[in-house]
């Protein structure tokens, strides 16, 4: 007689260690490293690390690994690691005038103090693929080195704040809330909405950002200026009472700057769109400051139309884990549910038949 | 048209203020309506008539002043209170019948939504009801179930009044009922609204910049420009004997025009 | 049984665990109310059981005696996988019989045996919002909430009536717990439904990915919304199980060939052996 399909633990069991050996591919060739992950693919630890929201480029490397290379995976991992983690307190806020830069770009002014500082950018190469990279070995010759600049970059959008132009960001005593304690409840206030795009998909929020570009929730936005490089962590330990130093963490930061036509209380002026990501992540910060001044349009007093202004949507679908694991969860069995509408369509049918 | 007998005032608002920015939406408007009475506020677009709807109905809050509804003070009640009575007492008729409907629910539903709010729970009666409102509105039953979006303008206007009155309130507020329709389905909305008001002895204030509208259904009118009421009286004497030399303007172009 | 040392029993630390308790004791005392809670990233992923492995974890006792059903089974494979969790990282005993259990948590079923005071069931919710489908708005559906403005779900009933002839929800179908508050039973089929009105047991219900945790105390009113004239009908296949015989149970559809043969089972596996057992024993 038929029995329907058991899991078991048996099958569960085969198919973890099926897993194991797809993961390491073909034997005959070498194991990756997660040192090798770090150092190599970078950009994608990058991002495992912004969107699992927790600094470690040894840990999101073997995320990575351990994913497959499938990043949001990666991220996911990353997570369920760092809810383990036993939590110290807030660091100082980061001081990003005080950047060392290794990137720092402006569209808006040709040139500016401190220079434009292209670093380590994809944006002027040829999209061909570079076959010698194929072979193995070889490494490229060194990139060549300038002095130090010692001259100071200051921020564009201060430089326009102190002329009146651009609208000042109110300074904020309160501490800002905590996204991963506490469950976001809407209206929810800017700093929180900073915290969940700095750990939102980068697709999505890149998505997002391009349609207010393409007339839904339009902004007129320019790069005032985007910068890349370390900055220094700050921590106050109460039982000691002063900061201490932990480190320096790469981070990028975007800050758009925004045409504003004025409102009752602030005159027509610019505004500002921010976005820090950890890492090297140009992309998703200026998504993020995109979708950052689109969800400001009700502070602003302009019509919230368009989906990216529309904090509700925007929060509630950015999470990459929290999405990947609703949209997963399909695969799991639902026939009870389906046999209950399966006897509603019969009973529905049968009641339009008897109806003929 | 007889002027109600002189009761207690359902509605009362006392010096109300509103500004946006330098621009005064309101600027010390007082009103009263009574039991059954009609009252239009009219004006041009931007005169602020649409905006005291709003602070009528507790929509929006004012700067300054009071509003009171049988004695109980509408601005400073919970919006608690203030939704049960918006489903039970109150009625609001929006110009835009989208704005006023759900239109993905068919028109029995629509007309059975402030029923149920209210606790009713028999399908059956439900039905009857929305069947008798229909009929009362014009609206051919047998289309019960079709949803409003397969209707004309003016049907969903028609199903809108339905809807709000199916719970028979005392006070309707009333934007533009007529705004959005053509000149021939306007006349037949009018003496709609005007039997039906004439029958269940409702209270009515209604916006509009129509002058002739307001002719057809108000009892009294008050006139509206820059956020402040320049002359009220019973309507006829306002629109043949004008004051005011903004509403003698407004009545002249109806008559020029 | 012991458990995995690299861990804090039941896998989060004391801290989560006593927030999640007070979230839980807020949602009892106001029964059908969602309450906000602090969800973490599990290692199952958001809409596998999060929400439900978090209210375990932070009930669960040593002495604790844990069934995981999934779809009424023990044996299905999430059912499987949260209950390894569990073993892993609490080392507490398992069972698969309803009876033994003083904890059971449960995807998209409530066993057909009568729970008892001193059992806990825990479900899992995907979408704690049962006026979500009506309106997508959080912000808005608190203050319907809130203000027990529930007009909207009955005109969603009367569609149905108006469109199908009865009510044509079958799962997820919304009750009204209390007399206050409307909730979603979470995607039970609606025939389990009348199962939670005064159950003996606690009922515990966590939406990891949505952060809410809401509860039926014992012996708590739950009734499913309907119409005087339409009043609420439990849905189950019409057969009777192929292994134990029963009538009265929810029962599984599973197809035997591709010709349109099927027979029926009981979804509640535990419940199917227990009976077989005794009509084995009778014969």
């Known amino acids: ?83 383990t983690l036993p939590r110290f307190g807030a660091s100082t806020p980061l001081d990003t005038n005080a950047m060392a830069l290794q990137r720092r770009i402006s569209a808006t002014y040709k040139d500016l103090p401190g220079g434009q500082v292209l670093g380590p950018t994809f944006d002027y190469t040829h999209r061909l693929l570079d076959f010698c990279l194929a072979a193995a070995g070889g490494s490229p010759g060194g990139a060549p080195e300038a002095e130090a600049s010692t001259a100071p970059s200051p921020r564009v959008t201060e430089m326009l704040a102190r002329e009146g132009l651009m609208q000042r960001e109110a300074p904020v005593e309160a501490e800002p809330g905590d996204l991963t304690r506490e469950p976001l409840s809407f209206p929810a206030d800017r700093p929180l909405r900073l915290q969940a795009l700095a750990r939102g ?51 990028t930061e975007c800050q758009m700057v925004n045409q504003f036509k004025g409102s009752r209380t602030e005159p027509p002026q610019f505004t500002r769109g921010y976005g820090l990501v950890f890492g090297h992540g140009e992309r998703k910060a200026m998504s993020m400051a995109l979708v950052d001044r689109a969800l400001r349009a009700e502070e602003l007093g302009e019509a919230a139309t368009a989906p990216a202004q529309q904090q509700e949507f925007v929060l509630s679908h950015c999470d990459n884990v929290e999405a990947t694991g609703f949209v997963e969860h399909l695969k799991l ?10 006897e509603n369509v019969r009973t529905m049918r049968a009641s339009v038949e008897a109806g003929r | ?170 006070l309707v507020f009333m934007d533009e009922p007529t705004g959005g329709l053509d000149v021939s389905v306007q006349a037949r909305l009018l003496d709609l609204i005007r039997a039906l008001v004439a029958d269940l002895g409702l209270a009515v204030l209604i916006v509009t910049h129509d002058i002739a509208a307001a002719r057809l259904l108000a009892h009294r009118m008050l006139v509206m420009r820059h956020g402040v009421v320049v002359e009220s009286g019973l309507t006829d004497r306002v629109l043949d004997d004008p004051q005011h030399p903004y509403t003698q303007l407004l009545v002249s172009s109806v008559l020029a025009a | 049984m012991s458990h995995d040392p690299g861990y804090n029993f039941a896998y989060l630390d004391e801290s989560t665990k006593r927030m999640i308790r007070r979230a839980i004791l807020k949602a009892v005392a106001i029964p059908g109310h969602q309450v906000p809670f602090g969800s973490r990233e599990m290692p199952l992923p958001y809409g596998w059981g999060t929400g439900g492995i978090q209210v375990t974890a932070a009930i669960l006792g040593p002495t604790d005696v844990l069934k995981v059903i999934d779809q009424g089974s023990d044996d299905t494979t999430n059912a499987v996988s949260i209950r390894a969790f569990f073993r892993r990282v609490a080392g507490v005993a398992t069972t698969e019989r309803t ?185």
């Open chain 1, 1 to 83: 007689m038929y029995v329907a399909t058991k899991g078991g633990e048996r099958a569960i069991g085969a198919a973890h260690a099926w897993l194991a050996e797809v993961r390491r591919g073909n034997p005959d060739l070498p194991e990756l490293t997660a040192a090798q992950v770090e150092a190599q693919l970078g950009l994608a630890v990058d991002r495992v690390m912004a969107e699992g929201s927790c600094h470690d480029r040894g840990l999101a490397a073997l995320a990575v690994k351990q994913a497959r290379g499938d990043l949001i995976e990666a991220a996911f991992l990353l997570r369920a690691y760092r809810t």
């Open chain 1, 201 to 251: 998909d980068e697709g999505f929020l890149l998505s997002l950002g391009y349609s207010t570009q393409r007339g839904y929730g339009g902004n007129h936005p320019f790069v005032g200026e985007i910068r890349m490089g370390e900055v220094a962590v700050g921590f106050t330990p109460p039982e000691l009472g002063f900061e201490i130093d932990l480190g320096d963490i790469t981070v």
């Open chain 1, 333 to 342: 069995p639902h026939y009870v549910d389906f046999q209950s509408e399966l």
């Open chain 2, 1 to 170: 048209m007889s002027t109600p007998l002189l009761t207690a005032p359902l509605l009362t608002a006392r010096d109300l203020t509103l500004h946006f920015g330098r621009v005064a939406a309101l600027d010390g408007v007082d009103l009263e309506i009574h039991p059954g009475e009609v009252v239009a506020i009219v004006g041009e677009s931007g005169s602020g008539k649409t905006t005291l709807l709003r602070v009528l109905s507790g929509l929006m809050r004012p700067d300054g002043g009071e509003v009171s509804y049988l004695g109980q003070d509408v601005l400073g009640m919970g919006e608690a209170a203030r939704r049960r009575l918006m489903r039970t007492e109150w009625g609001f008729v929006h110009q835009n019948p989208r704005d006023g409907l759900r239109m993905a629910v068919s028109a029995g539903g629509n007309i059975g939504e402030r029923l149920m709010a209210t606790g009713a729970r028999h399908y059956g009666n439900i039905r009857e009801q929305a069947s008798h409102w229909l009929t009362r509105v014009e609206i051919d039953p047998a289309r019960m179930d079709e949803v409003p979006a397969r209707f004309s303008g003016g049907m969903q206007q028609r199903l809108q009044i339905a809807r709000t009155l199916v719970t028979l309130p005392k």
């Open chain 3, 99 to 283: 009876a033994e259990a003083s904890i059971i948590q449960t995807r998209h079923r409530i066993p057909e045996r009568a729970l008892r005071e001193d059992q806990i069931l825990v479900y899992q919710v995907p979408i704690p919002e049962p006026l979500g489908r009506l309106e997508p708005r959080i912000a808005e559906t608190r203050r319907m909430h809130a203000m027990a403005d529930y007009g909207l779900m009955h005109v969603k009933l009367y569609e149905d009536i108006a469109r199908h002839g009865h009510i044509a929800t079958s799962y997820s179908y919304p009750v009204m717990v209390n007399g206050r508050y409307l909730m979603s039973p979470s995607p039970i089929p609606a025939f389990d439904n009348p199962k939670m009105d005064q159950m003996p047991a606690l009922q515990l219900f966590g939406a990891g990915r949505e952060k809410r945790i809401y509860a039926v105390p014992p012996y708590t009113s739950v009734k499913s919304l309907d119409f005087d004239d339409h009043p609420f009908r439990p849905i189950r296949a019409p057969q009777t199980c192929e292994l134990c015989g029963s009538r009265d149970t929810y029962l599984d559809e599973v197809l035997t060939d591709d010709v349109g043969g099927r027979i029926f089972v009981c979804s509640d596996t535990d419940f199917c052996t227990e009976r077989q057992a005794v009509r084995e024993a009778a014969e």
